[in-house]
């Protein structure tokens, strides 16, 4: 009877193993999820910030259950976004309500020659990962907020043709590509 013991506790180690790496991954899996719903979540918040034409707009081309397969939208395997790209569109409003601490993996920001305007925000300088900052052709007005210096990755910033206004921050000329 002992002989059954030892592999009904074996077993039985097994069984909570596998339980507990279960659960791990569904976690991490619900996290991953969680946060994936969240970029989603916060592109549309900055939809509905916009104006009418923009945000019937950005319904034609934000459509289907997964924000991957929206216009202008790249993801990665992981279903993260890491390029949101709308160039020539006539996107009209300000980029105050776009959150971009949802966004950790983008890389890529283009909203060039559209009719976006007022500041840029500050908060642009939590997209740790960017390499690509393009908002030429804007009206983006006010100063050159000095958190873009925090962009280390930064290779290509374009802010040409806007209402910009105030110096260049100093920092900026210490940014470059580490590689």
């Keep these: 009877m002992s002989s059954f013991l030892i592999p009904f506790k074996v ?10 790496s279960s659960s791990v991954f569904a ?7 969680l ?13 509905a910030s916009l104006d009418n034409n923009t ?3 950005l319904s034609s081309l934000w459509v289907g259950d997964g924000h991957c397969s929206w216009g202008g939208i790249t993801c990665d395997k ?3 976004i890491t390029n949101l790209s709308l160039p020539d569109y006539g996107l009209r409003g300000t ?12 890389m890529g920001l283009n909203l060039h020659n559209n009719s976006l305007y007022g500041p840029i ?12 900052l393009k908002l030429s052709n804007n009206n983006f007005s006010g100063n050159i907020p000095s958190e873009i210096c925090l962009l280390k ?15 260049i921050p100093l920092e900026m000329g210490r940014l470059s590509s580490e590689t």
């Design 153 to 167: 990755g930064l290779e290509l910033i374009s802010l040409a043709s806007n209402e910009i206004s105030g110096s």
């Design 78 to 80: 992981a279903e993260s």
């Design 121 to 132: 925000p500050s908060h642009i300088g939590n997209l740790s990962k960017l390499t690509f």
């Design 11 to 20: 077993m039985f180690f097994l069984i909570l193993v596998l339980l507990h």
């Design 55 to 57: 945000q019937t707009l």
């Design 35 to 47: 946060k994936r719903g969240k970029e989603a979540e916060a592109l549309l918040k900055w939809k």
């Design 95 to 106: 980029l105050h309500s776009l959150n971009f601490l949802f966004f950790p993996s983008l």
């Design 27 to 33: 976690s991490s899996s619900s996290i991953a999820a």
